[in-house]
Protein backbone atom coordinates (compact mmCIF):
# COMPACT_ATOMS: atom_id res chain seq x y z
CA UNK A 1 0.00 0.00 0.00
CA UNK A 2 1.06 3.63 -0.99
CA UNK A 3 -0.09 6.31 1.43
CA UNK A 4 -0.26 9.33 0.18
CA UNK A 5 -2.19 11.83 2.42
CA UNK A 6 -3.62 11.34 6.42
CA UNK A 7 -6.10 13.54 7.86
CA UNK A 8 -8.12 13.14 11.51
CA UNK A 9 -10.13 10.77 10.04
CA UNK A 10 -8.79 9.88 6.77
CA UNK A 11 -6.54 7.86 4.92
CA UNK A 12 -5.63 8.19 1.09
CA UNK A 13 -3.41 5.80 -0.68
CA UNK A 14 -2.73 4.89 -4.18
CA UNK A 15 -5.24 2.36 -6.43
CA UNK A 16 -4.97 -1.22 -5.94
CA UNK A 17 -6.07 -3.84 -8.53
CA UNK A 18 -7.74 -5.61 -5.60
CA UNK A 19 -9.74 -2.03 -5.27
CA UNK A 20 -12.04 -3.00 -7.81
CA UNK A 21 -14.92 -4.46 -6.29
CA UNK A 22 -15.76 -1.02 -4.60
CA UNK A 23 -14.85 0.78 -7.94
CA UNK A 24 -17.41 -1.58 -9.56
CA UNK A 25 -19.91 -0.98 -6.56
CA UNK A 26 -19.45 2.64 -6.27
CA UNK A 27 -19.89 3.32 -10.42
CA UNK A 28 -22.67 1.23 -10.63
CA UNK A 29 -24.49 3.57 -8.40
CA UNK A 30 -26.41 5.95 -10.78
CA UNK A 31 -26.94 8.43 -7.85
CA UNK A 32 -23.16 8.86 -7.07
CA UNK A 33 -22.09 9.61 -11.05
CA UNK A 34 -25.27 10.79 -12.21
CA UNK A 35 -23.49 13.68 -12.87
CA UNK A 36 -19.94 13.12 -13.14
CA UNK A 37 -20.50 12.31 -17.26
CA UNK A 38 -19.20 9.21 -16.28
CA UNK A 39 -20.45 5.83 -17.20
CA UNK A 40 -21.03 2.63 -14.95
CA UNK A 41 -18.44 -0.06 -15.07
CA UNK A 42 -19.78 -3.33 -17.05
CA UNK A 43 -18.14 -5.52 -14.46
CA UNK A 44 -15.71 -5.79 -11.83
CA UNK A 45 -13.31 -7.35 -14.17
CA UNK A 46 -13.94 -3.99 -16.36
CA UNK A 47 -12.77 -1.95 -12.82
CA UNK A 48 -9.80 -4.13 -12.11
CA UNK A 49 -8.99 -3.47 -16.14
CA UNK A 50 -9.07 0.49 -14.87
CA UNK A 51 -7.24 0.00 -12.35
CA UNK A 52 -4.30 -1.58 -13.46
CA UNK A 53 -4.18 0.45 -16.24
CA UNK A 54 -4.28 3.72 -14.01
CA UNK A 55 -1.23 5.36 -14.96
CA UNK A 56 -1.43 8.97 -13.53
CA UNK A 57 1.05 8.46 -10.78
CA UNK A 58 3.74 7.33 -12.47
CA UNK A 59 3.47 9.93 -15.70
CA UNK A 60 2.17 12.74 -13.29
CA UNK A 61 3.25 12.03 -9.93
CA UNK A 62 -0.38 12.71 -8.54
CA UNK A 63 -3.86 11.02 -9.46
CA UNK A 64 -6.96 10.07 -8.02
CA UNK A 65 -6.33 8.18 -4.63
CA UNK A 66 -8.85 5.89 -2.88
CA UNK A 67 -10.28 7.29 0.68
CA UNK A 68 -10.47 4.90 3.52
CA UNK A 69 -11.88 5.51 6.93
CA UNK A 70 -8.97 5.55 9.67
CA UNK A 71 -10.80 3.36 12.55
CA UNK A 72 -12.62 0.83 10.46
CA UNK A 73 -10.13 0.71 7.18
CA UNK A 74 -13.14 0.96 4.95
CA UNK A 75 -13.28 2.19 1.79
CA UNK A 76 -15.74 4.63 1.56
CA UNK A 77 -14.92 6.68 -2.15
CA UNK A 78 -11.84 8.37 -4.11
CA UNK A 79 -10.35 11.96 -4.07
CA UNK A 80 -7.22 13.60 -5.75
CA UNK A 81 -5.76 15.64 -8.84
CA UNK A 82 -5.95 15.06 -12.15
CA UNK A 83 -4.34 16.64 -15.40
CA UNK A 84 -6.57 17.09 -18.20
CA UNK A 85 -5.85 16.86 -22.10
CA UNK A 86 -6.10 20.70 -21.76
CA UNK A 87 -3.45 20.92 -19.44
CA UNK A 88 -5.65 21.95 -16.25
CA UNK A 89 -5.34 19.86 -13.24
CA UNK A 90 -8.28 19.38 -11.34
CA UNK A 91 -9.74 18.14 -7.88
CA UNK A 92 -12.34 15.38 -8.13
CA UNK A 93 -14.01 13.56 -5.31
CA UNK A 94 -16.76 10.25 -5.34
CA UNK A 95 -18.14 9.06 -2.37
CA UNK A 96 -20.20 6.34 -1.73
CA UNK A 97 -23.93 7.62 -0.78
CA UNK A 98 -23.67 6.05 3.22
CA UNK A 99 -21.11 8.67 3.17
CA UNK A 100 -22.40 11.81 2.17
CA UNK A 101 -22.97 14.52 4.31
CA UNK A 102 -20.16 13.64 6.66
CA UNK A 103 -17.42 16.54 5.57
CA UNK A 104 -15.35 13.38 4.00
CA UNK A 105 -15.59 14.89 0.49
CA UNK A 106 -14.38 18.56 2.22
CA UNK A 107 -11.69 16.88 4.57
CA UNK A 108 -9.96 15.05 1.40
CA UNK A 109 -10.14 17.76 -1.12
CA UNK A 110 -8.65 20.29 1.75
CA UNK A 111 -5.81 17.73 1.73
CA UNK A 112 -5.34 17.08 -1.55
CA UNK A 113 -5.08 21.00 -2.30
CA UNK A 114 -2.40 21.33 -0.02
CA UNK A 115 -0.40 18.12 -1.28
CA UNK A 116 -0.83 19.97 -4.55
CA UNK A 117 0.24 23.45 -3.69
CA UNK A 118 2.83 22.76 -1.02
CA UNK A 119 4.18 19.17 -1.87
CA UNK A 120 3.71 19.43 -5.67
CA UNK A 121 4.23 23.35 -6.12
CA UNK A 122 0.99 23.72 -8.53
CA UNK A 123 0.47 26.99 -9.85
CA UNK A 124 -3.32 26.59 -9.81
CA UNK A 125 -5.88 23.82 -9.85
CA UNK A 126 -9.51 23.40 -10.80
CA UNK A 127 -12.86 22.04 -9.43
CA UNK A 128 -15.78 21.57 -11.97
CA UNK A 129 -19.56 20.75 -11.24
CA UNK A 130 -22.84 19.97 -12.79
CA UNK A 131 -24.69 23.32 -12.60
CA UNK A 132 -27.36 20.35 -11.39
CA UNK A 133 -24.81 18.91 -8.39
CA UNK A 134 -25.26 21.12 -5.57
CA UNK A 135 -23.51 19.37 -3.01
CA UNK A 136 -19.85 18.94 -4.91
CA UNK A 137 -20.60 23.11 -5.60
CA UNK A 138 -20.45 23.28 -1.91
CA UNK A 139 -17.62 21.29 -1.36
CA UNK A 140 -15.83 23.84 -3.92
CA UNK A 141 -16.70 26.74 -2.43
CA UNK A 142 -15.79 25.24 1.00
CA UNK A 143 -12.32 24.38 0.02
CA UNK A 144 -12.09 27.95 -0.51
CA UNK A 145 -12.23 27.81 -4.52
CA UNK A 146 -13.51 30.66 -6.50
CA UNK A 147 -16.66 30.93 -9.16
CA UNK A 148 -14.46 31.23 -12.34
CA UNK A 149 -17.19 30.40 -15.15
CA UNK A 150 -20.24 28.23 -16.28
CA UNK A 151 -19.69 26.55 -20.20
CA UNK A 152 -20.89 23.45 -21.72
CA UNK A 153 -18.28 20.37 -20.10
CA UNK A 154 -18.47 16.94 -22.35
CA UNK A 155 -21.39 15.20 -21.95
CA UNK A 156 -22.57 16.80 -18.69
CA UNK A 157 -23.70 20.23 -20.10
CA UNK A 158 -23.80 23.49 -18.30
CA UNK A 159 -20.93 22.91 -15.73
CA UNK A 160 -19.34 25.56 -13.31
CA UNK A 161 -15.79 26.05 -12.78
CA UNK A 162 -14.37 26.88 -9.88
CA UNK A 163 -10.47 27.66 -9.34
CA UNK A 164 -7.94 28.40 -6.78
CA UNK A 165 -4.39 29.31 -7.20
CA UNK A 166 -1.43 28.84 -5.26
CA UNK A 167 -0.66 32.60 -4.03
CA UNK A 168 -4.54 32.87 -3.20
CA UNK A 169 -4.28 29.42 -1.20
CA UNK A 170 -0.93 30.36 0.39
CA UNK A 171 -2.27 33.62 1.37
CA UNK A 172 -5.40 32.03 2.98
CA UNK A 173 -3.71 29.31 4.92
Given at each position: ?98 CWNKG ?17 KLAEI ?48
Open positions: MIKILETSRLLLREFESHDAQKMWELNNDYDVIKYTGDFSFTSVDQAKLFLENYTDYHRNGYGRWVVILKNTNEFIGWCGLKLNKDSTIDIGFRFFKKYATESATACLQYGFNHLIGRASIHNNSSIKVLEKIHMKYWKTEIFSNLGNSVFYKLNNNDYSNEN
